[in-house]
């Protein structure tokens, strides 16, 4: 079945510093989306990505679709403390919500 | 309600017991999705509802695990004689798209707070 593989699991950096998590899937994509979950709390969606080669961004944090549509990135400039949590991506197969499946997730620590 | 509601928040089960778990979708949302999440791990795919059909149960680890949503609204997980592997977070998420062509907004999967089982 379609695996979705997220780098790298565990990510510290200085408070400032820029963070990047990539995701990729042993399969194309129809569609990507990005959910951050803070510590003790539940996936909140961020984003979706549809179309190859798509770039978004949401103030310091930019998300990236391959052209192939196996891989994506999420990009977060002068990380802040409030950023601490797990990203994970999910891709579906399908259209719509139907059948995605998670990465594991990056968990971002950030020391002061 | 505003968002996606399930009860209870925390369950303490002992191996054997059978548990039920309950979740509220957002109002007028047709899909209806549950996922296990393991402390530390992504959340894994359960079963997935299209209003009260349920289009995709691949995920359920075993027939102990059995979810219904019979009116198309609020749904319930329930596993059979827990076993301590069991003991995870099981989220709810509700969405308002069907299959295909949606948009972004449509397309938004809402997760709940989850319901923590603890199987001792």
Request: glycine letters at 12%; hydrophobic letters at 30%; a neutral charge.
């Amino acid at each position: 079945g379609q695996q979705v593989m997220q780098i790298p699991q565990y990510q510290h950096v200085q408070e400032g510093e820029d963070f990047t998590t990539y995701c990729n899937s042993s399969t194309t994509l129809s569609n990507i989306q990005w959910y951050k979950q803070r510590p003790g709390g539940h996936p909140v969606f961020l984003i979706q990505l549809v179309k190859s080669g798509e770039v978004k961004k949401q103030k310091r944090l930019t998300f990236q679709f391959g052209e192939a549509k196996k891989n994506s990135s999420l990009h977060i400039t002068a990380t802040q403390t409030t950023d601490v949590g797990t990203y994970f991506c999910a891709g579906g197969p399908g259209g719509g919500a139907d059948g995605l499946t998670f990465g594991k997730g990056t968990h971002l620590i950030i020391q002061p | 309600g505003a968002g996606v509601s399930q009860s209870p928040r925390y369950k303490v089960a002992k191996r054997g017991q059978d548990v039920a778990l309950r979740c509220d979708p957002i109002s007028g949302h047709v899909s209806l999705f549950w996922y296990q999440q393991a402390l530390g791990q992504g959340p894994e795919f359960l079963t997935y509802f299209q209003n009260e059909a349920q289009l995709d149960k691949s995920g359920l680890p075993s027939d102990r695990f059995f979810a219904e949503r019979p009116e198309g609204s609020v749904s319930t997980l329930k596993i059979q004689r827990t076993q301590q592997e069991d003991s995870a977070v099981y989220l709810c998420a509700s969405s308002l798209a069907l299959a295909t062509g949606m948009t972004e907004w449509e397309n938004t999967i809402y997760f709940g707070e989850g319901s923590w089982l603890t199987v001792v």
